[in-house]
């Protein structure tokens, strides 16, 4: 995860030594989750029939391998681009898998809460790639973030390889081969799919650009004082990751849909909003970015926990394949939207085309609770 977010960290520095457009820098972000939807439904639906570490380690040394790639050779948009696409093969490899493998080795009883704790965990390591990112670039140059970033990912091979057991799969629980109509029935489970997509759009052409507009922000106000960018993105991110884990347990304790649906709609109404205060303190849009964080989270470990729960045992690994198809799928668009919106609209210059990129992610997130409530299906309680 060291690495999932090194490019947007360094953004603004790639647009410049690069002399990229804001669309293209926006390709770049979302390079990675193209290369996730490309592989995930492979990868992940194979975890219903092999042991879902192998497939782990498979995705690990992949991220490894684009990280030291982009470092060592990546000189402009084609090549980071490319380097980029890998990346998202290896976190398709350890994303989900890495889910299905924890859900593999623990009781029943226990997963809810396991699964508000992984995905969490999914914060945790974008706040890590955000703080990592920016303070080895800082002091060594960006080469050397994205070559801390290839041994980090080295040593989630090593960690894995070495302390997961190993789980058999008994021949009788084996799944069929992968069906997609199957998982497209199952109404319930979309429901929390195609919110999750929703979601995925907006968190990640939020996170994609947060810190060059908090950079456009601090511009406004040379003399300001307050957290860099980076730092800010970061704190963002593990506020993100408490909210996702308390949104999980408020999903146990009353009604699922309706909490998704309250967190899609607040981060909706602040995405609206955040980005036409631009002229406003620098502190105060640190801290309105900070409250954003908190309400794009709230919903995330509730929507992939309620498409867990709702698919078949059988069909587990090939909805978590659709759920990630889908929701990075949106995930490569989200970025790449909000780059050609800033550029439609007068260029990373202009608040008002700031205002109209964020302004995009929250319309787009109040499909989401659309989504929940016409394919909530009668027959479940999930």
Request: net charge positive; hydrophobic share 55%.
């Amino acid at each position: 995860m060291v690495g999932v977010f090194a490019f947007p960290a360094l953004l603004t520095d790639f647009t410049a030594e690069w002399r990229l457009t804001n669309t293209q820098a926006g390709w770049i972000s979302g390079a990675i989750f193209a290369g996730y939807a490309l592989a995930v439904t492979v990868l992940t639906s194979l975890t219903d029939r092999i042991d879902a570490k192998r497939v782990y380690l498979f995705g690990a040394t992949c991220a490894a391998v684009s990280m030291l790639g982009f470092a060592l050779t990546a000189e402009g948009f084609w090549s980071a681009l490319l380097w980029r696409l890998l990346s998202g093969v290896g976190l398709a490899g350890t994303y989900m898998p890495g889910l299905k493998a924890l859900v593999d080795r623990i009781s029943p009883a226990r997963q809810p809460r396991w699964i508000s704790y992984y995905t969490a965990s999914f914060s945790l390591g974008t706040s890590g790639s955000f703080l990592a990112t920016g303070a080895m670039a800082e002091v060594f140059g960006w080469r050397a973030a994205f070559f801390a970033a290839a041994l980090a990912a080295g040593a989630a091979v090593a960690l894995v390889a070495l302390l997961l057991p190993a789980v058999r799969k008994a021949p009788q629980a084996r799944a069929e081969t992968f069906d997609i109509s199957a998982v497209l029935g199952n109404r319930a489970a979309m429901g929390y799919v195609l919110g999750y997509a929703a979601h995925v759009w907006e968190l990640f052409g939020a996170r994609s650009w947060m810190v060059a507009f908090l950079g456009f922000v601090l511009l406004q106000h040379p003399e300001a004082a307050g957290p860099a960018p980076t730092t800010v993105a970061t704190l963002g991110t593990l506020i993100a990751m408490a909210s996702s884990v308390w949104g999980a347990d408020l999903a146990v304790r009353f009604e699922r849909r309706r909490l998704c649906a309250f967190a899609m709609l607040a981060s909706g109404a602040l995405a609206a909003v955040i980005g036409f205060c631009a002229g406003l303190p620098y502190p105060a849009v640190a801290a309105l970015m900070l409250a954003y964080n908190f309400f794009i989270q709230l919903d995330s470990a509730a929507l992939t926990t309620g498409a867990v729960l709702a698919a078949h045992p059988q069909r587990r690994g090939a909805t978590m394949a659709v759920h990630s198809l889908l929701g990075f799928s949106a995930g490569f668009c989200g970025p790449i939207a909000f780059g050609g919106i800033l550029d439609a609209a007068g260029g990373a210059s202009s608040g008002f085309a700031w205002g109209l990129a964020f302004a995009s992610l929250g319309a787009v997130v109040a499909l989401g609770p659309l989504a929940l409530r016409f394919s909530r299906d009668p027959t479940s309680s999930i």
